[in-house]
């Protein structure tokens, strides 16, 4: 071979290592950038799924999903609550480990123990373990988790904590095989900002969890005790909503006036928040003032009611049935009522006969208080049941009224021989399915007068 070709060759290769060296390159970036668009996208999955769920678990759960197997083999994710550790969210690639992995239930608290874990919850920062230490005392939260390590095929685990500001909720615990690469710097820091992100999942949560508590039981303290009213057999339920909806201004009363008549009243007070509640509080008292002092009839109470309230109160609109049982020693009684645009009070035979009182009804309060109000007056048979509720029990989403209604008749026909507290109970059982908003129910039973009933001195 000559020197010509020589160099002529040398020249060659040196082109195509060249070409091949920018071809390494370009599939590098191009690496790069799917890697980079990868974790944008896992930020973006996370951040959806933390913002639109408020039960802490749930979401911490769907978390945990969303890390395997794009960052991880396994995700584990701990809260410590009353001072213990709750493992409330295991996913492995493995399905059939994941179960192993949450059998633990509460796990010691991070106090004393020297685990990496509990060194995370107390505020430690992220921490990266190839080496998993002697499993420590039995019972102990440093056994429970080399335990769960082995468990889950574990060679590598990155922990950080769940925390926000310098409060630490939980920790997110990330789990790669032997087979698997190591952590690097990026991995590391994309955990962080979920750890993060979580945190503040978790936090929103507990404060979400702790104004429902509040307000919940704000409405409770207001709905009256009807211990006072021996000498009726009344009953009363308030359900809050089941799904997501805060607590909202449904409430009910009943009360003794001086002639010895009893009010029983019924309502829903705009809006689902604490001032509902707190409005609807305002109001009970504002009608229990003006029914004792005035001793109007409903209607008259009611357009009462609404010039008291729209000049006093900010409260804008509400429905509501006020009536006044009669109860004489001896002979029928009677109801009195009238409605401000509340679903009607239904009659309940003990045949199982039913009937909507769609008597005496006239405009919601809040519209304006010169409204004309009318009355109206039935006999309550022997025996037969009247109950007052609020729309929660009979609306459901995209259902006609109509339907509602009916199925409230049946629902209360097939009880109304049961006693008047399981009367309530089963009619809240059987209407429970797809109920999306509070449901107030106030039940009164008329004796059969087989012997006298006065009120009592109590």
């Known amino acids: 071979m000559s020197i010509q070709m020589l160099a002529d060759g040398m020249r060659t290769w040196k082109a195509v290592s060249t070409v091949t060296a920018q071809d390494d390159h370009v599939a590098s970036l191009r690496n790069e950038l799917e890697r980079s668009d990868a974790r944008l996208h896992l930020l973006?999955?996370?951040?959806?799924?933390?913002a639109s769920i408020l039960d802490a678990s749930e979401a911490l759960?769907?978390?945990?999903?969303?890390?395997?197997?794009?960052?991880?083999d396994a995700c584990v994710v701990d809260l410590v609550e009353d001072g213990a550790v709750h493992r409330v969210a295991a996913v492995h690639r493995d399905s059939a480990r994941t179960?192993?992995?949450?059998?633990?239930?509460?796990?010691?608290?991070?106090?004393?123990?020297?685990?990496?874990?509990?060194q995370v919850l107390r505020g430690a920062g992220p921490v990266t373990l190839?080496?998993?230490?002697?499993?420590?005392?039995?019972?102990?939260?440093?056994?429970?988790?080399?335990?769960?390590?082995?468990?889950?095929?574990?060679?590598e685990v990155l922990i950080v904590p769940l925390q926000v500001r310098r409060q630490v909720f939980g920790a997110l615990s990330l789990?790669?095989?032997?087979?698997?690469?190591?952590?690097?710097?990026?991995?590391?820091?994309?955990?962080v900002d979920l750890g993060h992100r979580a945190g503040l999942a978790v936090e929103n949560a507990r404060l979400y969890a702790l104004q429902q508590s509040t307000a919940e039981q704000l409405q409770r303290s207001l709905l009256p005790d009807l211990s006072g009213l021996r000498h009726l057999e009344l009953a009363a339920r308030y359900v809050p909503a089941r799904e997501g909806a805060e607590v909202g201004g449904?409430?009910?009363?009943?009360?003794?006036?001086?002639?010895?008549?009893?009010?029983?009243?019924?309502?829903?007070?705009?809006?689902?928040?604490?001032?509902?509640?707190?409005?609807?509080?305002?109001?009970?008292?504002?009608?229990?003032?003006l029914a004792y002092d005035s001793g109007d009839s409903p209607a008259g109470v009611m357009r009462r009611l609404d010039g008291v309230m729209q000049g006093l109160s900010t409260t804008e609109l509400v429905t509501a049935v006020i009536a006044r049982i009669y109860t004489p020693a001896s002979g029928p009684w009677l109801g009195h009522w009238t409605n401000a645009g509340h679903p009607p009070p239904l009659l309940i035979t003990p045949t199982g006969d039913t009937r909507l009182l769609e008597d005496g009804l006239a405009p919601v309060l809040g519209v304006d208080p010169a409204l004309a109000r009318d009355d109206a007056l039935l006999v309550l048979p022997p025996g037969a049941t009247l109950l007052l509720y609020t729309?929660?029990?009979?609306?459901?989403p995209g259902e006609d009224i109509g339907r509602g209604f009916t199925r409230l008749r049946q629902h209360a026909a097939?009880?109304?021989?049961?006693?008047?507290?399981?009367?309530?109970?089963?009619l809240l059982a059987k209407s429970k399915d797809g109920q999306h908003d509070d449901v107030a129910v106030l039940g009164l039973r008329v004796p059969s007068y087989s012997t006298p009933l006065t009120p009592s001195a109590d």
């Open 44 to 50: 973006a999955d996370v951040s959806a799924a933390l």
């Open 61 to 72: 759960g769907r978390l945990a999903r969303l890390m395997v197997p794009q960052v991880a």
């Open 99 to 118: 179960p192993m992995a949450l059998s633990a239930g509460p796990l010691p608290g991070p106090d004393a123990s020297t685990a990496p874990l509990a």
């Open 130 to 155: 190839t080496d998993f230490g002697v499993p420590g005392e039995a019972g102990s939260l440093q056994e429970a988790q080399l335990r769960l390590y082995r468990e889950l095929d574990a060679a």
């Open 175 to 191: 789990v790669r095989s032997a087979a698997a690469a190591p952590f690097d710097s990026q991995v590391t820091s994309l955990a």
């Open 250 to 289: 449904d409430w009910f009363d009943a009360f003794p006036l001086p002639d010895g008549s009893t009010v029983l009243a019924i309502g829903d007070v705009m809006g689902h928040d604490l001032k509902a509640a707190v409005r609807m509080g305002q109001l009970r008292n504002m009608l229990r003032a």
């Open 391 to 396: 729309d929660g029990l009979i609306e459901r």
């Open 414 to 426: 097939s009880l109304a021989t049961r006693p008047l507290q399981e009367f309530c109970d089963e």
